[in-house]
């Protein structure tokens, strides 16, 4: 049977599930398409035609390349198909962005038919994604005298595929939906249970908030079809908790613009807007996507004739209604004004909305086409010999006579890229900075993968320091969709130049860990800026953003990340630990003091947690970096003590070599240069010459949260608050409790020891408290079940070097074979404990969940509705967060315990400790 027939076959199966082709993205199919549209008697001529124009993906894909071969052969008269003129075989390449196209159409521009030359020149004109051996070309072709080189560089100098496109409109109706009451979570919009089919854009779209949902918005489409509907998250913030592109491409589907005829189900120019605004990483993907989107604050804090917040029985300050965005209100943007309106009525201002470069974004269809064509007009100003003309708006560049530097600002200025020489940049500047680090996770890489191929890139960029491609989020089921995904994906991630998880040849160990945990060990400089396709990118050295796929792709491929210089918190800690205290408690304590320190107001949204550690190690520092994400900060950075960087990068060149010995080095030695980065650094710090970062001592900041620890006394629980009779304030993360709250009455259902939350001390703490049990009572039994999964197979490798695996082998009633993985998800869990695969596990809530409707206790990250566990009939299903002690103990007596039942059980236990630096971690400014 021919891959065509198969291919048909595929068509049928997915008309069952009403879904249309599934676009072409490899050669062969493509070449058998092109023979029937050759043969003019072909039964299937006139459905090829439609597959090779409508259906083909473009970029660097391998069918782009045929495509883009036989499109030159039509345009030299070699082939003639009617339906295929010369001049639409020009508009198709004009649509497929690089890569192939590109070179085809330099091809046809430098060569010998004067015609067919300017044609090509004047599509090559309004395209922007040109590697070096493209501007290659055109840079020999030109100084060999060529003209049409010279026109095509002229052009580009002028930024003309900028400039020729249409305006962004003035007004732009829209019809209001709301998509959910309080935070919504991208996990609404695209479901972690349905990782396996993001890079199947129109299938993932079907999953996107509920089948009801989709049905009202295409109402609201039917009955104003003047108007783009907006989601809006009602008393919330939009798009919070996993950085998914995939959310936003749902959203774009349902709601946005097709970006080319000839290029399917890819929408751009979503419109979405919450009471408080939209994620920082969300805002970022609707940026790459040219959408827009507004802080709606619709509902603002009720004050009192003398001008104090009013609070409700339960000390909430109480909203009030500012002005109504009920599903179907029709609203005006005025993008000129930059007006919000109802009818002729103003509500807010969008000034934020519509920065100069936020109407650069919409105007081009999106970020990556500005990145590549400034790249492109410098290029060409160089070549040219004369001074680029201002046709962008020019980077806000904010710099304050005598004011110090907070530690990202003295990250950002080392290493801008553009900005003007010698000029010292503060917060709100915008900045083209070079990336050091840069992570792919798994269910993500694939749409990673498809962005490097629509912007035609080919090979890492040689600034990038190190980048890793993880198996983390597959890791518990080797099922058949993973067996489908992760080696193709691995495959496309190891010949670009990542350092991957698998090895497409299979020569070493599958390692499946947590991505942030393998991010954390590979980031050997203080001073490093880190992009990752996860939201906890929040490495515990250097600044590390959580990305969607566009941006991880654009950072992979430019070695560049473009954003403004955020604002700082500063937070410091003063006290002494209790004994019977646990980290993971002053992490949440933390969250908790500072909405107490500031009236309810999350002083950390959207902004960089400084946070002043000092002289805990990285990985214990990572529990405090990785739940700024679930504190809905910008990015994180831990302040560190001379020696403990120090200790921090040791234990990080160690990990590193344990990778290197593996074998999972390339041909590149990225993994040895990180050694030799880290040798270097460590030098630096020893002998003074560079000690470790520290802000300026006359930094400003937008607040200082002080951490008391003295009154952290009990364990400290987060908790989504599922009955709360606002539902707005249900399943966010500031709902901290103390664990005398629950009475030691709450039963738990299932306990889970895992996530990047964890470190090594806390496998440790859990093989003492069996062992004490044991000790205590004779025996261990479990009223719950207990999940743990390590995060890392180098936790496991140390733990058993020191005793601690051998006593949770013995507890435990399963452990992962890596010679015989899981084929399909545990849907039963027996009240043992279970000894998972390295990997986010339940966390992820992508492979395996906790049963419909149980109450889980979890070290993990999140909390959201149907994360790690989905409701049932009978109740909510709930996940509270909890240090790990808290965690071992639910899951031995099946309920939360009291505090005098959890003190009994700690004592004695070597629980993970801080003490805050004595020494104020400062330096003097320079400026």
Known sequence: MSIYKDYIKEIEERKTQGLHPKPIDGAELLSEIITQIKDSGNADRKDSLQFFIYNTLPGTTSAAGVKAKFLKEIILGESIVEEISPAFAFELLSHMKGGPSIEVLLDLALGNDAATAKEAANVLKTQVFLYEADTNRLKEAFNSGNEIAKEILESYAKAEFFTKLPEVAEEIKVVTFIAGEGDISTDLLSPGNQAHSRSDRELHGKCMITPEAQEEIKALQAKHPDASVMLIAEKGTMGVGSSRMSGVNNVALWTGKQASPYVPFVNIAPIVGGTNGISPIFLTTVDVTGGIGIDLKNWVKKVDENGNPVRNENGDIVLEEAYSVATGTVLTINTKEKKLYNGDKELIDLTKSFTPQKMEFIKAGGSYAIVFGKKLQTFAAQLLG??????????????????????????????????????????????????????????????????????????????????????????????????????????????????????????????????????????????????????????????????????????????????????????????????????????????????????????????????????????????????????????????????????????????????????????????????????????????????????????????????????????????????????????????????????????????????????????????????????????????????????????????????????????????????????????????????????????????????????????????????????????????????????????????????????????????????????????????
């Open 386 to 927: 004369i001074e680029a003309p201002a046709v962008f708006a020019p980077s806000k560049e904010i710099s304050h006579e005598g004011q110090g530097l907070t530690a990202v600002e003295k990250i950002f200025n080392r290493n801008a890229v553009g900005t003007t020489p010698g000029k010292v940049l503060h917060a709100g500047s915008d900045v083209r900075v070079q990336v050091n680090i840069v992570g792919s996770q798994d269910t993500t890489g694939l749409m990673t993968s498809q962005e490097l191929e629509s912007m035609a890139a080919t090979v890492i960029s040689p600034i990038v320091d190190g980048a890793y491609q993880s198996g983390c989020h597959t890791a518990s089921v080797w099922d058949k969709k993973a067996q489908a995904n992760i080696p193709k994906l691995m495959k496309f991630m190891n010949e670009f130049g990542l350092i991957t998880a698998r090895d497409p040849k299979g020569e070493y160990h599958a390692m499946t860990d947590v991505i942030h945990k393998v991010l954390n060990d590979i980031t050997v400089d203080e001073w490093a800026i880190i992009i990752g396709g996860d939201s906890h990118t929040r490495m515990s050295k250097g600044v590390a953003f959580g990305a969607d796929s566009g941006t991880v792709a654009l950072a992979l491929a430019t070695g560049e990340a473009s954003m403004p210089i955020p604002e700082s918190v500063k937070v410091t800690f003063k006290g002494n630990m209790k004994e019977h205290m646990d980290f993971r408690d002053v992490v949440h304590a933390t969250q908790a003091q500072m909405l107490k320190q500031f009236g309810g107001e999350n002083v950390f949204q959207g902004r960089i947690i400084e946070v002043h550690i000092g002289t805990l190690p990285a990985d214990q520092a990572f529990t405090f970096t990785d739940w700024t994400a679930e504190m809905k900060a910008k990015a994180s950075i831990n302040i560190s003590e001379d020696n403990t960087l120090i200790e921090s990068l040791e234990i990080a060149k160690g990990r590193i070599q344990i990778m290197i010995d593996k074998g999972m080095d390339n041909h590149n030695k990225v993994l040895q240069g990180l050694i030799d980065k880290a040798n270097k650094r460590i030098e630096e710090i020893r002998s003074g010459e560079k000690p470790a970062l520290t802000p300026d001592s006359n930094a400003k900041y937008y607040a200082e949260v002080v951490v008391d620890l003295d009154v952290i006394v009990e364990p400290m629980i987060a908790d989504p608050d599922v009955n709360n009779d606002d539902v707005s304030k249900r399943y966010t993360h500031d709902t901290i409790r103390d664990l005398s709250y629950y009475g030691g009455e709450k039963k738990v259902d299932l306990g889970f020891v895992g996530s990047c939350m964890v470190h090594k001390g806390d496998l440790k703490i859990v093989s003492q408290m069996l062992r004490n049990i044991e000790k205590q009572q004779g025996k261990v039994e479990f009223s719950a079940p207990l999940v743990v999964a390590a995060p890392t197979y180098n936790i496991i490798d140390e733990l058993k070097a020191e005793g601690d695996w051998e006593l949770l082998e013995k507890y435990s009633a399963f452990e992962f074979d890596d010679n015989a993985p899981k084929g399909e998800a545990r849907v039963e869990y027996k009240n043992v404990m279970y000894l998972e695969r390295p990997g986010c596990n339940l966390c992820m809530g992508n492979q395996e969940k906790a049963a419909k409707g149980d109450t889980v206790l979890a070290t993990s990250t999140r909390l959201f509705q149907g994360r790690v566990v989905e409701d049932s009939e009978r109740k909510k299903g709930e996940s509270l967060l909890a240090s790990t002690p808290v965690v071992v103990l639910s899951a031995i007596i099946g309920r939360i315990p009291s505090i005098d039942e959890y003190k009994a059980a700690v004592e004695g236990i070597d629980l993970t400790t801080f003490v805050p630096s004595i020494k104020e971690l400062t330096s003097t400014s320079a400026h």
